[in-house]
């Protein structure tokens, strides 16, 4: 009995752990679901005027447009990415007949290697009829990240030249999402014959990687951008220096310029207008000495609002003023004194008489004079001399 009540208490346990393991499988799958659920798609609308101009037919089934998704990498930050070949079975857009939209499922598209969060992508539109005119166009590069899964692209009649062949155009586009067309657009590239175009660089893109790039792509086939002048000029435009170019395109394709398919570095460096081998730039940057800061220190700045000390009063102090009246000291009396005035009248003395005496007069004849004489040695002077 004991044995059977053991084996039913096992079993009904095994059954419980089973089913405990189908709903986390089931919850597992819920999520595997949901993730594969996000929208991680791009929408097209072939524009009115497509339609007019090259006699497109949206739709599925024979007589209609076929549209094909390209996307792409700018720059290198994806090293897993691998795209697929212009206009093949991987590029094929489905046509939605309930939204008149073509669809390109990106996610499943590129499950096997997905797109990074961060990195840079463009994405062209083209468009071709299979049957009758056989005309066929596309759109200009369009920046692109995944933040624009689940977003559409529009067409405006606005012409680049074709980055790939500057004998064709293509049509410039934007993204519907407000977000997404703020910072994607068509590509400011360089094109095959070294023009600059389009609206906006990707995100993370390196502008010297853009130069090293034409250069790599386009300079060993196309003779007129062996002028030197093409990629000094785009380098000048770019703000970016020829040496850094060069050593990019040293640093990345070393392989392919060692095989023999693209420029060498000699030639490379006479495209970018450098000395072969060229020398790092010389910079002038300051050495790293102190610079003088010319910030003035935290010292207390000179207060110049008056100190709260008591101002000189200009006010006249209250000590008593000089009294200019007259004091009452006597004043002096001009009136003339009473004193005896000097009397001018003659005295009674008696005159003095003019009258001469009779004294005997002064005998003014001279007298005769007496010589008197100096002795000076054997010389004698006999001089006269007047009696005093």
Known sequence: MKKRVISIVLTVALLLSVASVGLMSVSAADQNSAASGADESFYFTIPDFWIEQYGFVPGTGAGTTTVYCHVFQIGNLDPDFVGFSWQ?????????????????KVGEK???????????????????????????TQTYDLTMGTDCYGDEVYVVDTLYQNPMDSQQSAYA??????????????????????VLQGEKYAPHEDKVLAVANFIKDYNANIPTNEDPQVCVTLCTKLEVEPYDVYAKYEALYSDLIEAGTIPDLQTVAGYLGLAYPPEPPSTTTPTET???????????????????????????????????????????????????????????????????????????????????????????????????
């Open 110 to 136: 590129f499950k096997n290697t997905p797109l990074k969060d961060g990195a840079d992508y463009g994405v062209i539109f083209s468009a071709k009829n299979t049957s009758g005119n056989k005309k066929a």
């Open 290 to 388: 102190e610079p003088t800061d010319t910030t003035p220190t935290e010292t207390e700045p000179t207060d110049t609002t008056p100190t709260e000390t008591e101002p000189t009063d200009t006010t006249p102090t209250e000590t008593e003023p000089t009294d200019t009246t007259p004091t009452e000291t006597e004043p002096t009396d001009t009136t003339p004194t009473e004193t005896e005035p000097t009397d001018t009248t003659p005295t009674d003395t008696e005159p003095t008489d003019t009258t001469p005496t009779d004294t005997e007069p002064t005998d003014t004849t001279p007298t005769d004079p007496v010589p008197t004489y100096y002795v000076a040695g054997d010389f004698f002077e006999n001089t006269w001399k007047e009696n005093e």
């Open 88 to 104: 093949t079975r991987n590029e094929l857009c489905t046509y939605d007949p309930e939204t008149g939209k073509y669809v390109y």
């Open 173 to 194: 586009t934007y993204w519907k999402n407000e977000d997404n067309a703020a910072k994607y657009g068509p590509h400011a590239g360089i094109t095959s014959l070294g």
